[in-house]
């Protein structure tokens, strides 16, 4: 009798020790298989900028010029070059005309110094500098601007637009058109805006020389000298106005919980444990908030529906 119960405590001790041993081993491989699929990243400080996409239109002091006479042409200056007032830039070969002009080539003078282009839009005239006054999106659209490249034209014929002269000594402006209620305060002449050019990769703050207004629409020009270059052959260019700029944290959204007393914030990990971080939201974009509350390269969880404060996953 007593040796049948001894045996029972034995095998009661022996369920006991498996059953620690299984759920240890269960726990380890839970840990180990949770871990595997628990996604962190160590975040960083970063800027959300509050962005109006629109188009600039560039105002130079240009100067076109336009074939005396029908025939084949042949350019003198390479396009991009400074020419002075009176230099020879083109000469046209005619088939006919006088006996004086018969065999001889008409050469074209530069009408004042700057720089020879030959890409030609159609808005010469109308995005002048000294246009302001009469730019508006309708007069914009109704000459449908379109840039015409005669580097390599062989023929030309008398009265059409060839090539043009940029003075290089004034600066390149922008005409830009954006609703008044974009920024808070009311813009005002000599404020800077902070500009995006992102096909140029480059951003720059630009003056505003001058401003008006059509209904709800802002008209206002810009001052941007070191795009000179840049926008030499451009007519129309893409920027983006910068309205807002915050700096903090970047974290993913997926990351960010809202528990249910209301408290917003993230999951994030030392040393192998799970802890509970409150943050506060500045700003957003796309896929990312911007926060505060979190010290760079934290370890947040980017799955937080798979773990707990607390926890230990290794």
């Not at 962190?40 to 074939?67: C, H, N, P, S, W």
């Not at 451009?234 to 920027?239: D, F, G, L, M, S």
């Not at 030392?270 to 700003?283: A, L, M, P």
Request: net charge neutral; aromatic share 10%; charged share 25%.
């Amino acid at each position: 009798m007593v040796v049948q119960k001894k045996k029972k405590k034995i095998k009661y001790y022996r369920l006991i020790f498996f059953l620690v041993i299984f759920w240890f081993l269960g726990n380890s491989i839970y840990n180990f298989v949770l871990n595997l699929m628990v996604q962190t990243e160590l975040v960083e400080q970063g800027v959300i900028e509050k962005k109006f996409a629109t188009e600039a239109y560039v105002l130079r002091d240009e100067i076109v010029i336009t074939a005396p006479a029908t025939g084949r042409v042949n350019l003198l200056v390479e396009p991009g070059q400074k020419v002075h007032k009176d230099m020879p830039i083109l000469e046209i070969h005619t088939s006919g005309g006088t006996s004086l002009q018969a065999g001889r080539p008409m050469v074209v003078q530069a009408p004042v110094s700057g720089v020879l282009s030959c890409i030609i839009d159609g808005g010469e005239e109308l995005f002048n500098p000294r246009e302001f006054a009469n730019l508006d999106s309708e007069k914009i659209q109704s000459i449908k601007v379109k840039a015409i490249d005669n580097t390599q034209r062989d023929m030309v014929e008398k009265g059409s637009r060839y090539c043009k002269i940029i003075n290089n000594l004034a600066n390149v402006q922008l005409y830009l058109e954006f609703p008044l209620n974009l920024f808070t305060e009311p813009i005002k002449k000599g404020q800077l805006l902070e500009l995006v050019f992102t096909r140029l990769d480059k951003r720059l703050s630009a003056p505003i020389i001058d401003l008006k207004g059509i209904g709800n629409t802002a008209q206002v020009l810009v001052n941007v000298p070191e795009t000179w270059y840049s926008l030499f052959n451009v007519r129309i260019e893409p920027v983006e106005i910068i309205l807002e700029k915050g700096n903090g944290i970047l974290i993913p959204k997926k990351a960010l919980v809202e528990r249910e007393n209301g408290e917003i914030g993230v999951y994030w990990v030392r040393k192998g444990f799970v802890f509970w971080q409150e943050v506060d939201i500045i700003s957003e974009n796309n896929d990312r908030f911007l926060v505060n509350g979190l010290e760079p390269y934290t370890e947040i969880i980017l799955n937080p529906s798979l773990v707990k404060e607390g926890q230990h996953l290794y």
